[in-house]
């Protein structure tokens, strides 16, 4: 099945002020409807600040009969590395240059270090990531992470594609 789809935003806070304010349970039920029904949407990315806020609103979107399942725990974002070894570095990740994303399910932890095994819906996706020349976090027990190969960035580099 294909999915179509719409993000819907909850809300994200800075300096004790979110931007989406009020914030009501049962409008975003209505919405949810109105994705539905109205955009003849299947699927709903929620995203936002705040745990509460994402739970509700995944939940109204379950009940809709939406698919609201994949989220990102982030891509450009600089940080150091956060090895699965749980060990300190002083390394820069990969999300510092925008060339690594990690993926989980909305309303749950990111996988993280699942060892050997690695959630169907990662799986599913190893396939197309490698196509276009990136690589799965799960040969570092990463199973969430996709980073862009350094043959990769060279070969972009190489075509003028870096700026």
């Given at each position: 099945?294909?999915?179509?789809g ?16 009020p ?15 109205d955009?003849?949407?299947n ?5 936002g ?5 994402l ?6 979107a379950a ?7 994949l989220?990102?725990?982030?891509m ?9 070894s ?5 390394k ?8 690594a ?5 909305v309303g ?8 050997q ?10 396939p ?7 690589l ?23 075509d003028?594609?870096?700026?």
């Amino acid at each position: 099945m294909r999915g179509q789809g719409i993000t819907f935003d909850t809300g994200f806070f800075s300096a004790g002020t979110s931007t989406r304010e009020p914030f009501d349970a049962e409008i975003v039920r209505r919405e949810m409807r109105i994705i539905r029904d109205d955009l003849h949407c299947n699927a709903v990315r929620v995203t936002g600040g705040d745990p509460d806020r994402l739970d509700i609103a995944a939940t109204h979107a379950a009940n809709a009969g939406l698919d609201a399942v994949l989220s990102t725990e982030g891509m450009l974002c600089v940080r150091r590395r956060k090895p699965t070894s749980g060990a300190v570095s002083k390394k820069l990740s990969n999300h510092s240059w925008g060339t690594a994303v990690d993926f989980n399910i909305v309303g749950f932890a990111a996988p993280g270090n699942t060892k050997q095994n690695v959630p169907k819906f990662i799986a599913t996706m190893v396939p197309f990531f490698n196509k276009e020349g990136w690589l799965s976090g799960i040969a570092f027990n990463d199973s969430m992470h996709f980073e862009v190969a350094d043959e990769t960035i060279k070969k972009w580099s190489k075509d003028g594609k870096l700026v």
